[in-house]
T-cell receptor, first 116, second 117 residues
């Protein structure tokens, strides 16, 4: 158990809908990262938040957004869902989030999203 | 741009055999970090090791060992006396010290390791 929690474990929804994925980092960690794992794209970095502020963006679609709250939990919002958004979404956390990803990222169990 | 290549898509060995998973990376930075993660059938990503670019010492942890060679841009992972519980997908990942750039990890495509009893 990494100490990172994600809810829900599974989510099934329809195209065009909007969903919210939630992540609680390990106790003491200030950085939260979101990743998408799909069969065709593999594991891709989406976005990072550090102590409430957006710090880095990866291959995140404009239909996706995230935020980190004062208690450091984070939410990933996915809207106007398409079939291709079906994937496993991971949240990771690290102690700080200094430049260059110097900290080890510990991953949550993931949320499996199925878009029908 | 950074890139991680895991050329072995799938490896199947019989229990107790030794197996090496290859990882080759590309980066323009002189400071970077390399990682290995394990993804068992249950789906979670489990951290195994982190190594920075200035530390080329090989590391051993029980049956696991890692060989980092900057000259060939490789960070290979060896499991000695493999066990069925080692069956998983193993990912190699890279993070560059880009001084303010994205801190996300760049992952390889993964190697699916099957240990047969």
């Amino acid at each position: 158990d990494s100490g990172v929690t994600q809810t829900p474990k599974h989510l099934i929804t329809a195209t065009g809908q909007r969903v919210t994925l939630r992540c609680s980092p390990r106790s003491g960690d200030l950085s939260v990262y979101w990743y998408q794992q799909s069969l065709d794209q593999g594991l891709q970095f989406l976005i990072q938040y550090y102590n409430g502020e957006e710090r880095a963006k990866g291959n995140i679609l404009e239909r996706f957004s995230a935020q980190q709250f004062p208690d450091l939990h984070s939410e990933l919002n996915l809207s106007s869902l398409e079939l291709g958004d079906s994937a496993l979404y991971f949240c990771a956390s690290s102690v700080a989030g200094g430049p260059g990803g110097t900290d080890t990222q510990y991953f949550g169990p993931g949320t499996r999203l199925t878009v029908l | 741009a950074q890139k991680v290549t895991q050329a072995q898509t799938e490896i199947s060995v019989v229990e107790k055999e030794d197996v090496t998973l290859d990882c080759v990376y590309e980066t323009r930075d002189t400071t970077y970090y390399l990682f290995w993660y394990k993804q068992p059938p249950s789906g979670e990503l489990v951290f195994l090791i982190r190594r920075n670019s200035f530390d080329e010492q090989n590391e051993i942890s029980g049956r696991y060992s890692w060989n980092f060679q900057k000259s060939t841009s490789s960070f290979n992972f060896t499991i000695t006396a493999s066990q069925v519980v080692d069956s998983a997908v193993y990912f190699c990942a890279l993070s560059e010290y880009s001084g303010g750039g994205a801190d996300g990890l760049t992952f390889g495509k993964g190697t699916h390791l099957i240990i047969q009893p």
